[in-house]
């Protein structure tokens, strides 16, 4: 698998750019984070990537954080949705407009993915609203040495939710300053795990 690449951009277009990686060309389709970054040929790039490996042929699929190529993977284990779809989409919606697609479908009106219609939107909405909801379902217990549950259930749903978000890519110290908001907001309310998650995600998007 390869999962990240540097190398001198030899060339761009709409949505690919082609990396040489000592004298290696690899043409990597990219999102919209990156391309309002605005690479030109010439200049040093690093990407993350992902390879999406079909019976006929290998595609290079390239993320400006952690964020995107989580959310790209949970979009392409969605039934109907291929990687070329899950990249068409996030060239046209950052991270916070996708999160926004899956937890409220009417707060996205303003956008508009060529190929997504209602009836797609409502599918990778059911598929992965669950999903994100229990994210840190068998994940909370594989965190690293000294993650652990103390202080009773509030201290385990707030470090449930923290592991929610790492997994959704956020790095930890960006996932403790958006639980420390939903906590601050909510002083009197005993939140769940599902609660900060769902309140989390609500904060990422905007609602």
């Known amino acids: 698998m390869i999962s990240y690449l540097k190398g001198v951009i030899k060339s761009v277009s709409r949505n690919e750019i082609i990396l040489d990686v000592n004298g290696v060309g690899y043409s990597v389709f990219v999102t919209k984070k990156i391309l309002e970054t605005n690479p030109s040929a010439g200049n040093d790039f690093e990407v993350l990537t992902y390879l999406d490996v079909k019976e006929n042929s290998m595609m290079l699929f390239g993320f400006g954080d952690d964020r995107e190529r989580e959310i790209f993977k949970m979009l392409i284990n969605v039934n109907g949705i291929s990687a070329k ?3 068409t989409i996030l060239m046209h919606a950052t991270f916070e407009e996708i999160i926004s697609i899956i937890t409220d479908r009417q707060g996205v009106a303003g956008v508009k993915i060529p190929g997504i219609g209602p009836k797609k939107i409502e ?3 059911v598929a992965l609203k669950d999903k994100i909801y229990k ?3 068998g994940t909370f217990a594989g965190q690293e040495p000294g993650f652990t549950v103390s202080g009773g259930s509030a201290e385990q749903s707030r470090l449930e939710a923290l ?3 790492m997994t959704l890519g956020y790095q930890r110290s960006e996932a403790e300053k958006i639980i420390r908001e939903i ?3 909510n002083p009197q309310e005993n939140l ?3 609660d900060l998650i769902k309140k989390s995600l609500n904060y990422i ?3």
Do not use: C, D, F, R
Request: charge should be negative.
């Open 85 to 87: 779809t899950a990249n």
């Open 123 to 125: 599918l990778i909405s």
């Open 135 to 137: 994210i840190s379902e």
């Open 163 to 165: 592991t929610a978000l």
């Open 183 to 185: 906590l601050k907001a």
């Open 192 to 194: 769940t795990t599902e």
């Open 205 to 207: 998007s905007g609602v």
